[in-house]
């Protein structure tokens, strides 16, 4: 009977040990798991910074479509734009108005005015936009502009983001950035150098690269059988010819924005200066007439340069004035010490006389930007360019 009591305690006892073996074995597997993937901070981070931005976009946003965010979903949302927060819009643009035009006609109109032709299955955005032209003539701009005056959130796909070690992982990824765009839509997500990512495919690609392009162009025709989700594809690259044929066929809107001619160069240069105090003599003609072969970013960069010139002559100036002066002050303390004092003559202190260049208003009185610092700065761009191969025209021809 004891023997019996016995038996029953320790079937219990046994039993009891079991479950807190599993409990704990349970838990250790899954600190273990959580902690072997060493993505796993990187992804906290962006999920809290996800949960960040949609908390912004909020008011403007099912909340139901919020809460139902998976992880893979919150870590592209991590790199969500709110187009308020957006600072490019089509002012700061100059010279590509025919370019900025048909992309409002086109794309802005179609989404912003969805309702007032809705009866019609064919009026509406096209679901892929490729900007394509050299490096530094505005395609980001253009991109970042659209999503602003659309009124439109802006995932700027950092490619490096999908690829993951884990297998699987990057397919996960690449899904959730449709299945968030559809939920957060109107949306565009941008590309850019979408040629590094969707280039043509090939036989010796990665069988996970591969698996993720055929399922990135899967996804995307999936948004075309949606035809009333708002979610644009936007790709911008300097090398059209290595895109895959079956991404080129998904982006019909093609627009190339080319190296500007010197009408635009004039226009990118009365834009980029004209905040700036510059002189009379500054002759904007001239300068756009003198850049030929310069893209918008070499323009600004150019204005940048001048702009650093005019400081760093008033400053090597004062410099100048400054050294000058504290070579008198030396001499006129030692004039004075051998005239008071001959006995003190090897401790004279001339530190006290230097005119401290501290708490100089040097930038109230900073100078206009001349047509010299302009040139000088052009000289030595086009010395450096001329150096490093790119002036002779190296550039990718596109046409
Ligand atoms: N058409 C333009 N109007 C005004 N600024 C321009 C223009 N094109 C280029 N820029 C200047 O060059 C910089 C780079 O332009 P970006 O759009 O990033 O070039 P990319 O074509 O390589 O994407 C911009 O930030 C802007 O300052
Ligand atoms: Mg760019």
């Not at 610092?373 to 030595?380: A, C, G, T």
Request: charge should be positive; aromatic fraction near 6%; charged fraction near 25%.
């Amino acid at each position: 009977m004891s023997g019996a009591n016995i038996t029953r305690n320790e079937v219990v006892q046994f039993v009891l040990r079991i479950s807190l073996v599993s409990i704990v074995t349970y838990y250790s597997a899954k600190w273990l798991m959580k902690n072997l993937d060493p993505t796993n901070k990187s992804k906290k981070k962006a999920i809290e910074k996800a949960e960040d931005i949609l908390r912004r976009l909020g008011p403007n946003i099912k909340k139901s479509a919020l809460t139902n965010l998976n992880d893979y979903e919150l870590v592209i949302a991590s790199h969500l734009v709110v187009p308020e927060n957006i600072t490019v819009s089509w002012d700061s643009i100059a010279g590509l108005d025919h370019v900025c035009q048909e992309i409002k006609e086109s794309l802005v109109f179609p989404v912003c005015h969805r309702d007032m032709f809705s009866a019609s299955s064919l009026y509406q955005a096209p679901k892929g936009v490729l900007l394509y032209g050299p490096p530094g003539c505005g395609k980001t701009l253009i991109a970042k502009a659209t999503a602003k005056e659309a009124g439109m959130r802006f995932i700027n796909l950092d490619v490096a983001m999908l690829t993951d070690k884990w297998y699987g992982e990057s397919q996960k990824l690449a899904s959730a950035v449709f299945s968030l765009a559809v939920k957060i839509q109107p949306c565009i997500i941008f590309i850019d150098e979408i040629d590094s990512f969707l280039r043509a495919r090939n036989s010796s690609d990665h069988e996970a690269t591969a698996m993720m392009k055929t399922q990135f162009m899967m996804l995307w025709d999936g948004l075309n059988t949606e035809s009333d989700s708002t979610v644009i594809v936007m790709g911008a690259t300097n090398r059209p010819q290595d895109l895959d044929k079956a991404i080129l066929r998904r982006m019909p809107a093609q627009f190339h924005i080319g190296l500007p001619s010197e009408d635009q160069r004039l226009k990118i240069l009365q834009l980029i200066l004209r905040q700036e105090k510059l002189a009379k003599d500054v002759e904007f003609g001239q300068l756009a007439r003198m850049t030929n072969g310069y893209s918008g970013s070499d323009l600004r960069e150019m204005c940048r340069n001048a702009s650093v010139y005019r400081i760093r002559k008033v400053m090597r100036e004062k410099n100048k004035e400054m050294a000058a002066a504290a070579a008198a002050a030396v001499a006129a303390a030692a004039a004075e010490s051998s005239k008071t004092n001959g006995m003190t003559n090897g401790s004279c202190s001339t530190t006290a006389a230097v005119p401290s260049s501290s708490g100089s208003p040097m930038l109230d009185e900073a100078p206009a930007i001349t047509m010299d610092d302009l040139i000088e700065s052009l000289r030595n761009m086009k010395h450096s360019k001329y150096n490093s191969g790119h002036l002779n025209d190296s550039r990718i021809d596109l046409d």
